[in-house]
T-cell receptor, first 113, second 111 residues
Framework: SQTIHQWPATLVQPVGSPLSLECTVEGTSNPNLYWYRQAAGRGLQLLFYSVGIGQISSEVPQNLSASRPQDRQFILSSKKLLLSDSGFYLC????????????FGSGTQLSVL | QKEVEQDPGPLSVPEGAIVSLNCTYSNSAFQYFMWYRQYSRKGPELLMYTYSSGNKEDGRFTAQVDKSSKYISLFIRDSQPSDSATYLCAMGYSSASKIIFGSGTRLSIRP
């Protein structure tokens, strides 16, 4: 069966510091991978998605970037965090066909102070 | 107008009650519909996936889709305290990058 791992679960970072969140998927090949952000009481905002190694689509221009160095690895990064980057970050994967289901990791609560 | 509207709640019901959660949508292109359950500080967990209008049942959960009214529902029978969570509706067409989520309804089941 497929599993998705995301770490760390909680992160507190000072303003201006770098960020690296990592996500890996097991049990499937060539998945589509996604990074979402969830603000308190709000829906899920798609930040980036990837259909293959090195292929990244950005949905929202911001202080963040994403990379996919391996087939089942997806990384969310920032060179300098802003206060507004605080939030709950979720990695997800899906198959590559139409009408595919989306499966989420356990999430990272990021607090920028 | 948002593409997907969902009452944020909170909704509080006694244990054993039938719960009804609802979403409306405006985009007639949506072809498939999902419900996710999210516990506090955890990732959303896929509960139900439906592709066509009508009902789909899985244990105590029933998902209902009415494409003509652009309205979807999730019913929970014999609700348990462990059902206390935020429920997100989601809908999409073509690739999963097109999935739109509701803002979630917070549900509390009182023992």
């Amino acid at each position: 069966s497929q599993t998705i791992h995301q770490w760390p679960a909680t992160l507190v970072q000072p303003v201006g510091s770098p960020l690296s969140l990592e996500c890996t998927v097991e049990g499937t090949s060539n998945p589509n991978l996604y990074w979402y952000r969830q603000a308190a009481g709000r829906g899920l905002q798609l930040l980036f998605y990837s259909v293959g190694i090195g292929q990244i689509s950005s949905e929202v221009p911001q202080n963040l970037s994403a990379s996919r160095p391996q087939d089942r690895q997806f990384i969310l990064s920032s060179k300098k965090l802003l206060l507004s980057d605080s939030g709950f970050y979720l990695c997800a994967w899906s198959g590559v066909g139409r009408n595919e289901k989306l499966f989420f990791g356990s999430g990272t609560q990021l607090s920028v102070l | 107008q948002k593409e997907v509207e969902q009452d944020p709640g909170p909704l509080s019901v006694p244990e054993g009650a039938i719960v009804s959660l609802n979403c409306t949508y405006s985009n007639s292109a949506f072809q498939y519909f999902m419900w996710y359950r999210q516990y506090s500080r955890k990732g959303p967990e896929l509960l139900m996936y439906t592709y066509s209008s009508g009902n789909k049942e899985d244990g105590r959960f029933t998902a209902q889709v009415d494409k003509s009214s652009k309205y979807i529902s999730l019913f929970i029978r014999d609700s348990q305290p462990s059902d206390s969570a935020t429920y997100l509706c989601a809908m999409g067409y073509s690739s999963a990058s097109k999935i739109i989520f509701g803002s979630g309804t917070r549900l509390s089941i009182r023992p």
